[in-house]
């Protein structure tokens, strides 16, 4: 056995517990990722690399309107003095803030190639060129003016900004997003105009919520555009939990084109997409034909996005067809909202959108306050100065003397006018050429301004209520700034309300011409669909000794709902129908019938009709069309029956009455509310028989009576006065019916 290692005498090597080194390393390093490169400080919305570039490019006077400066000088300028990141880290920082398609308000001015929307990549930094927007100049304003804390760089060798005044709420403006360890953030951009009403508003009313900035800020405004399809609900709960996520959809419209055609054009697609790998994956979904809607996809983008979608016919609808792209393709994307913020540029977390806001406030009345304390001292070492000035002035022959005879002057000044040693230097520092401007009434007024300036200050720093003030002035000069008349500052994404509960339809059944036709069903289940309205069908033929059982009008579109004797309902699509030149084909063929059982009925799905359905023995209730409808050809079922009773009735329930007739010959009307309403199932019994079953069902309105129609085709009508002995209740067992009922006990 190896013996244990032993440290050489005399090293202080203490023994320490392996899981506590890795929990405090781990730790650590999971700290400095963090706060020093994932997550955003709530006061300015930056990261440490782009509080790094705009103040390396603030020290190289890359301001608005100033030459440009390659991008190679910046990286190299910031990675040698704030950010040993390596260069590619800071490179594709800057980018990206001067990207228009990923900033909502760019922060960096670029001149060459920045890449595209298609996913392009930047030209390297030797070749492109770049300099401070106008928003960045905002961030950095009074920055020299002590209104921040600085501290050492990596090297120990400069400073650096703690934070950015940002005079815009840059959090929110530009969004962010980032991993760290064991957390992220992503925060969408918004509009600025409405973030500084917000902003104002929550100045006024301090302990506002969440949803009453809704009012102000009604969701996230995306360099890109797009409309958002959340519930105004939705979207409320997000800012107040800080979490959630926001749908956003392809801004589209419809152009007609030659010969009755029309394309879909998109002009904004959502934020994050690549362009060109959407089109990319709408061309694949097209070719493995999963888009029966869509015959072609084009990018005839330039400067603005555009791409054409060409349905496949002119029949096509274009919402139908955009809808199926949308749950198909990034045409339609969700940007997930987690505003995990560094609270006071220190603690990680989750902030609503009230507080995120107040985080920038109270940064902004703490520049204030820092900004005005500076020019305080300022003013207060000017003054000393200037009344050092005025004294020399009134005695300028006696102060030149002392200077050209003296061997000491400043001891001399300073004892025989009382002057500071501020005072005494500075009389000795001017220059004589500056002694001609000397006027004593210029200095005096510099001297009373000063002192008026100097007791505006004063007050502003004890009074709260003045520098809310003056943050409410300064908030409405950048809201004028980048308000919505300027280009800049437009909304650019919309609101839309969320579409209606999807249905499931078959995109390829869209396809379909919409026309009439007439379904002929046979007694033996034949079924075929003849073109147009026809309502003469004697001259109809029928495969041996069969015969017509019933007729309808539809439309190609259509669905035919047909009842089997087992209970099981399926769904046949009209334009699928066999045509009616000849006899048709067996319904078994269309639906997967069972052996032994046969067609109870067959009728046109009609969108939220209410249908009675019986079964043999007497048992049923009340369903709706839009429940019965299936996707499969095994069908589904709706009524449950017990062998030997079979499914056999189901009529539309019109009117406010049942009239149902059993095979024992007693007949029994009762009200249809009696009858309850169910998905599937085995019902209620309609009507109590001694022996038999029920024979017919039929639902008519009370007042205007019972009718029925003779083997003969005569009609007959018992008004409601005449129907007292047949009325009751459900599951009674009635009277035999009235004279001249016939006698197949069937009212038609």
Not at 79 to 94: N, T
Not at 325 to 334: D, T, V
Request: aromatic share 6%; charged share 30%; hydrophobic share 40%.
């Amino acid at each position: 056995m190896a013996k244990p290692h032993t440290p050489p005498p005399g090293e202080n090597n203490p023994p320490i517990n392996l899981r506590d080194a890795l929990e405090e390393r781990y730790l650590a390093y999971a700290l400095s990722t963090i706060m020093g490169r994932a997550l955003p400080d709530a006061r300015d919305g930056l990261k440490p690399v782009h509080r790094r570039i705009l103040y390396g490019m603030h020290i190289l006077r890359l301001d608005p309107g100033t030459p440009f400066k390659k991008c190679a000088k910046i990286v190299g300028d910031v990675m040698g003095s704030f950010h040993p990141h390596g260069d590619q880290a800071i490179y594709d920082a800057l980018v990206r803030l001067a990207q228009d398609f990923s900033s909502r308000y760019p922060l960096v001015d670029g001149q060459g190639n920045f890449g595209n929307i298609d996913g392009d990549g930047a030209a390297a930094y030797r070749y492109t060129e770049a300099r401070m927007t106008e928003v960045a100049r905002a961030l950095l304003e009074g920055i020299d003016e002590d209104s921040i804390d600085f501290r050492e760089n990596y090297s120990g060798d400069q400073k650096e900004p703690v934070v950015l005044p940002s005079a815009i709420p840059n959090l929110l403006a530009n969004g962010s997003q980032g991993i760290a360890v064991g957390m992220a953030t992503s925060i969408p951009p918004h509009n600025v105009a409405e973030l500084c009403d917000a902003a104002l508003y929550l100045i006024a009313n301090p302990q506002a919520a969440s949803e009453q900035l809704t009012v102000f800020v009604p969701g996230p405004d995306f360099p890109t555009g797009g409309i958002v399809v959340d519930s105004r609900e939705s979207i409320a709960e997000t800012y107040r939990t800080g979490r959630g996520s926001f749908r956003i959809r392809a801004r589209w419209s419809k152009e007609d084109s030659a010969r009755g055609m029309w394309n879909a054009v998109v002009t904004e697609i959502p934020y994050g997409v690549q362009k060109s790998r959407l089109i990319e994956k709408l061309a694949e979904l097209v070719n493995e034909r999963k888009l029966p809607l869509l015959a072609d996809v084009r990018d005839e983008s330039a400067e603005d996005v555009r791409i054409v979608l060409e349905p496949r016919a002119r029949n096509v609808d274009a919402q139908v067809m955009m809808e199926s792209l949308f749950r198909m393709s990034e045409l339609e994307a969700r940007f997930p909202v987690n505003m995990n913020v560094l609270v006071d540029g220190v603690t990680p977390r989750v902030v609503s959108l009230s507080e995120a806001l107040r985080q920038w406030l109270d940064h902004r009345r703490n520049v204030l306050v820092r900004r005005a304390r500076f020019r305080l001292s300022e003013i207060e070492r000017r003054l000393e100065v200037l009344a050092g000035m005025i004294i020399a002035f009134l005695n300028l022959d006696e102060v030149i003397r002392i200077i050209r005879e003296e061997d000491e002057p400043k001891d001399v000044l300073k004892s025989r006018f009382e002057l500071t040693d501020n005072q005494a230097n500075y009389i000795l520092d001017t220059r004589l050429r500056s002694l001609r401007r000397l006027e004593e009434m210029q200095l005096r007024d510099e001297h009373a301004e000063l002192s008026r300036e100097k007791g505006e200050l004063e007050i502003l720093l004890g009074d709260e209520s003045r520098q809310w003030k003056s943050v409410t002035a300064q908030i409405r000069e950048i809201k004028k700034k980048w308000g919505p008349h300027t280009a800049l500052g437009k909304r650019r994404t919309t609101f839309e309300a969320p579409p209606a509960v999807s249905i499931d339809f078959d995109l390829a059944e869209m396809l379909v011409e919409r026309e009439p036709i007439t379904v002929v069903v046979t007694q033996k289940g034949w079924i075929r669909a003849l073109k147009g309205q026809v309502s003469d069908l004697a001259s109809l033929t029928f495969k041996g000794d069969d015969s017509l059982r019933v007729s309808f009008f539809a439309e190609t579109t259509s669905k035919i709902l047909v009842l089997a004797t087992d209970g099981k309902i399926f769904t046949l699509d009209a334009a699928k129908l066999p045509g009616g030149r000849g006899a048709g084909e067996p319904i078994r063929l269309l639906a997967d019938i069972e052996d032994g059982e046969d067609v109870a009925a067959v009728f046109v799905y009609r969108p939220g009709a209410k249908m009675v359905v019986a079964a043999s023995d007497g048992r049923g209730f009340r369903a709706s069309q839009d429940d019965m409808i299936g996707n499969t050809k095994k069908g589904k079922i709706l009524l449950n029956v017990d062998p030997p009773a079979k499914a056999r009735f189901i009529v539309a329930a019109e009117g406010d009455y049942v009239a149902a007739i059993g095979e024992n010959r007693k007949l029994l009307c009762f009200p249809l509310a009696e009858i309850p309403e169910m998905t599937r199932g085995k019902g209620v019994r309609l009507q109590r028989y001694r022996d038999g079953g029920l024979s017919d069902i039929k639902t008519f309105a009370l007042i205007e009576g019972l009718g029925w129609t003779d083997p003969g085709g005569r009609l007959f009508n018992v008004a409601k006065e005449n129907l007292t002995d047949w009325l009751g209740h459900r599951a009674e067992a009635g009277r035999l019916p009235p004279k001249g009922f016939p006698k197949a006990n069937k009212f038609n």
